[in-house]
């Protein structure tokens, strides 16, 4: 199973990737946006909260195996729906947020 510690810096991490995408839809980053004019910058910032989702949901999948003394060849049904639960929660709140306003 993962240390906590990458857990906890995963998480860290994707908690800082928030405001940059708040103050880039904002339109804060004055000095970004002339120099970006294919928006590269937000969807490589878009891309690592991808990878770096996959990878936190993936350690705490694998860690909530192990506290139920399940490994991957067999795993928790329990845990493997409530993974699946907030696989789809996340979506459908990221595409909520997808649709509302930016004051």
């Given at each position: 199973p993962a240390p906590l510690t990458v857990?906890?810096?995963?998480?860290v991490i994707r908690v800082?990737?928030?405001p940059c995408?708040?103050?880039y839809a904002k339109g804060h980053l004055h000095w970004l946006l002339p120099s970006d004019p294919?928006?590269?910058s937000i969807?490589?910032?878009y891309g690592l909260m991808s990878f770096s989702g996959g990878i936190c949901?993936?350690?705490?999948?694998?860690?909530?195996?192990s506290l139920c003394d399940h490994d991957h060849r067999i795993p928790c049904p329990i845990v493997s729906q409530i993974t699946w639960i907030a696989i789809q929660l996340g979506g459908l709140i990221g595409v909520?947020?997808?649709?509302?306003k930016i004051l």
């Open positions: 857990l906890v810096s995963m998480v800082i990737f928030i995408i708040l103050s294919l928006n590269l969807i490589l910032v949901a993936m350690l705490l999948s694998q860690k909530a195996q909520s947020f997808s649709c509302m």
